[in-house]
């Protein structure tokens, strides 16, 4: 084997278990399901590895405690392959496109950015996401709350506390889908960031990373990752 594990025969990944439909804990359960955990779960299957997760972790931790190693080797979390967080760690080849989405109540009616970005407005996020980096850019009148997650962000605006949320796409219609149903992403309110997922690995593990890198492609030639995906827009 190129690579080091911090467990012998096991994948061991850190998340922060709250993005569903890409990885979540039901409710009352103990398992954590999804997208990202039915893919790592076949990258496992693919290394001749047993997967197995942290405890949730807060997200703006998971790349410090991959990169400092001895505890994950990898860091599945919907994580925006970016320039900053490439000093840091590595990242595996991409395996799921997204954009940001701007979330307000129905009731609030359509919403501009131009409108949002006023020193009386309250925007909240996630701390340490793409979508903080976007509202700071873009919106640097109005107050931007980093959050621990994005239920605290929808439910917030829900409420009234904040005017309006930022946070990966594909999560936001999701949350709004299932039990958010008096938000909506409003006309425009795709934020087209044209963002690329990749799996967090150690700089010290690029075997590891070449590994993955070989499992994703064959999952993707083989017919998996589609089917991993359909599943995953019928949740």
């Known amino acids: 084997k190129e690579y080091i594990l911090v467990k012998k025969g096991t994948l061991i990944g850190v998340s ?3 993005y569903p439909p890409l990885e979540s804990i039901p409710d009352g359960g103990t398992k ?3 997208f990202e955990i039915d893919m790592m779960d076949a990258i496992a299957k693919k290394l001749g590895l047993t997967m197995e997760w942290l405890p949730a972790t807060k997200f703006d931790t998971i790349i410090p405690l991959v990169k400092q190693g001895g505890k994950a080797d990898v860091g599945v979390s919907a994580f925006t392959i970016t320039d900053e967080r490439k000093k840091e760690i590595d990242f595996t080849k991409p395996y799921l496109d997204s954009n940001q989405g701007l979330v307000n109540r129905k009731a609030d009616g359509k919403v ?6 006023s020193k009386d407005k309250q925007v909240a996020v996630q701390s340490g996401t793409t979508g903080e980096s976007w509202a700071q850019e873009n919106l640097p009148k109005a107050t931007v709350v980093p959050l621990d997650d994005i239920i605290q962000a929808l439910t917030g605006v829900q409420t009234g506390l904040y005017n309006a949320c930022v946070a990966d796409l594909p999560v936001t219609s999701y949350e709004i889908k299932q039990a958010y149903h008096d938000l909506q992403i409003p006309e425009g309110g795709e934020i087209p ?4 997922y990749g799996i967090v690995v150690s700089k010290k593990n690029p075997g590891l990373t070449k590994a993955i890198n070989k499992a994703l492609k064959e999952l993707k030639s083989d017919g998996t990752m589609d089917s991993l995906q359909r599943s995953e827009e019928r949740r």
């Open 16 to 18: 922060d278990m709250s």
């Open 193 to 196: 960031t044209g963002e690329q």
């Open 32 to 34: 954590p399901e999804g």
């Open 112 to 117: 501009s950015e131009d409108a949002l970005d």
